[in-house]
Nanobody, 121 residues
Framework: VQLQASGGGLVQPGGSLGLSCAAS????????MGWYRQAPGKQRELVAS???????NYADSVKGRFTVSRDDAQNTVYLQMNSLKPEDTAVYYC??????WGYGPNEYHYWGQGTLVTVSS
């Protein structure tokens, strides 16, 4: 299973940016999908997640500004980021909890390669 993230870049404070992450490979079902980020010198932290039933969870720092969504037909998770702040600057990683064909109910976690988001004027 591979996760391919895209959509990072440079944006001014107050601007918007959208990220996407597509999963491919031996996938029976994807349970929770999510986005994490890691700023220089800091630990990786959860930004937002969404379950297979559409239940979402957000870090307090992004509530009301970021929106996570998914398209199960495309095995893709999205992150729409609005009202961006310089402190949102980080490498963003997608994550997926995957059930694989032929592997029973075991859940496997995969990471995307990371995409850099820079918020700066």
């Amino acid at each position: 299973v591979q996760l391919q993230a895209s959509g990072g870049g440079l944006v001014q404070p107050g601007g918007s940016l959208g990220l996407s992450c597509a999963a491919s490979g031996n996938i029976f079902k994807i349970n929770t999908m999510g986005w994490y980020r890691q700023a220089p010198g800091k630990q990786r932290e959860l930004v937002a997640s969404i379950t297979s039933r559409g239940r979402t969870n957000y870090a307090d720092s992004v509530k009301g500004r970021f929106t996570v969504s998914r398209d199960d037909a495309q095995n893709t998770v999205y992150l729409q980021m609005n009202s961006l702040k310089p402190e949102d600057t980080a490498v963003y990683y997608c994550n997926a909890a995957v059930l694989r064909w032929g592997y029973g109910p075991n859940e496997y976690h995969y990471w995307g390669q990371g995409t850099l988001v820079t918020v700066s004027s």
